[in-house]
């Protein structure tokens, strides 16, 4: 690199895991990726498209020991100014909860060029997991995107207001937290018999779902293992209970 030049910086999608499930994009730019700053739920064989490249393990994964967010953004400037091609490679999309507007912002404020590459949000490999669509006709015609997670030193919000009107629900960062999900739920008035479905590590080998409801979550939780869970809760998951399993098509008939 040239004196008072800098490179560019692509904030990548890595998807909910499973490699074949990057873009095209992203596994080019992996491929040419001088240096690559990955989250720690980027897995391995994502990694090993960029076998020529440094990799950089900035984690945050949460009660754990993280890499703070400033420093993360300096690293990425300094790296702009040291190589040609950085790749900040984020879980899902990187628009959807990942502090990407942080990095975004360092960036800019920096003069770094600076490019993003859309990802498969874990909603979207876990609905296909799941196999029951969000949105249904004359069913669900809203989801709503949700974290119940705040940052240090934030407010703690009133999220569950916000469920009250949607039809569909996707929770991220929620799987530990199903006991105060599923009693907020409740308080904001979704009946406990509402379904829901946990899904632990979409897309992975070691993927696991359990249908429930809002208030069994927090047993289903319990069986959680170590993996990045998701919550979803609507009508629409009614098909996936071990009821409407075995008889699936009364509902229905009914209706
Ligand atoms: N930007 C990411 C979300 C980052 S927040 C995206 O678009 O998917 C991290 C949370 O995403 C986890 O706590 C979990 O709720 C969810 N998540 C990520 N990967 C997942 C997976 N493979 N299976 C289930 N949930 C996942």
Known sequence: ??????????????????????????????????????????????????PQA?????????????????FINKQLVDAARQYGCVVRLKGGDPMLFGRA??????????????????????????????GQSMTRRGMSRSVLFLTPAVGKGEVPHAWADATKDVDTLVLYMAGRQARDIADGLIAAGIPAHRPAMLVENASLPHQRMWPTTVGGLPDAAAQLAEGPALILVGEVYAECLPQALALPRLRHAAA
């Open 54 to 70: 440094r990799l950089v393990a900035v984690g945050k994964r949460s009660g754990r020991l993280s890499t703070a967010q400033q």
């Open 101 to 130: 507007q942080e990095e975004i912002d360092a960036l800019r404020q920096a003069g770094i060029a600076l490019e993003i590459v859309p990802g498969i949000s874990a909603a979207f490999g876990a609905s296909a997991e799941v």
């Open 1 to 50: 690199m040239e004196a008072g030049q800098s490179g560019r910086v692509y904030l990548v999608g890595a998807g909910p895991g499973a490699a074949d499930l990057l873009t095209l994009r992203a596994a080019r730019l992996l491929a040419r990726a001088d240096i690559v700053f990955h989250d720690a739920l980027v897995q391995p064989d994502v990694l090993a498209l960029a």
